[in-house]
């Protein structure tokens, strides 16, 4: 059985420091979403990761993958209130065949960003 | 362009009792999903659909959830009789498919309660 499994849960961070999340999963995959959930709102794509060292940024997020060792990181720098919310990576558990999508998600991390 | 339309937004039964939601996904999106979202947890892929065609339901409880995808644009799932563990977040999701990210458009989700 495909196991996400994401730490912290929580993250009580205050303003302009930084920090990682990280996304460890048990199976191969080349393709890992990272994607933001605001309360009681739906699910916002973040960023796509196709390949093993990929790294991508937008603003103060940074993602990147590395697919030998199964691990995924989401970095926070200089963090502002704004970013509070809850970060999920998920990975497409049929990548590499016929139909993509059957997303596996991790249990989700709760990200508070105070003065 | 608009995003994916889901209605109800809310909705409480009693148990037993059966309740139907609607998604209609981004016009010209040929994979449409059914995630099942509980609080606290990451959504988790009930249903996927390619066009009218079901790709993987695996993780439907058949005995009790039914969707069906007419024409192979709008969506209906069901649930009859609803259980109490079936309190949750129904995502609906579309993509376009074919290579490259793939990335799931996400509606706002149908909140059950079931009391």
């Known amino acids: 059985e495909l196991k996400v499994e994401q730490n912290p849960l929580f993250l009580s961070m205050q303003e302009g420091k930084n920090y990682t999340i990280y996304c460890n999963y048990s199976t191969t995959s080349d393709r890992l979403y990272w994607y933001r959930q605001d309360p009681g709102k739906s699910l916002e794509s973040l960023f796509v990761l196709l390949s093993n060292g990929a790294v991508k940024q937008e603003g103060r997020l940074m993602a990147s993958l590395d697919t030998k060792a199964r691990l995924s990181t989401l970095h926070i720098t200089a963090a502002v209130h704004d970013l509070s919310a809850t970060y999920f990576c998920?990975?497409?558990?049929?990548?590499?065949?016929?139909?993509?999508?059957?997303?596996?998600f991790g249990q989700g991390t709760i990200l508070t960003v105070h003065p | 362009e608009a995003g994916v339309a889901q209605s109800p937004r809310y909705k409480i039964i009693e148990k037993r009792q059966s309740v139907a939601f609607w998604c209609n996904p981004i016009s010209g999106h040929a994979t449409l999903y059914w995630y099942q979202q509980i609080l606290g947890q990451g959504p988790k892929l009930l249903i996927q659909?390619?066009?009218?065609?079901?790709?993987?339901d695996s993780q439907l409880p058949k005995d009790r959830f039914s969707a069906e995808r007419l024409k192979g644009v709008d969506s209906t799932l069901k649930i009859q009789p609803a259980k109490l563990e079936d309190s949750a977040v129904y995502l609906c999701?579309?993509?376009?498919?074919?290579?490259?990210?793939?990335?799931?458009?996400f509606g706002a989700g149908s909140r059950l309660t079931v009391l």
């Open positions: 659909f390619q066009n009218n065609g079901v790709v993987d």
């Open positions: 999701a579309s993509s376009s498919q074919g290579t490259g990210a793939n990335v799931l458009t």
């Open positions: 998920a990975l497409d558990s049929n990548a590499g065949g016929t139909s993509y999508g059957k997303l596996t």
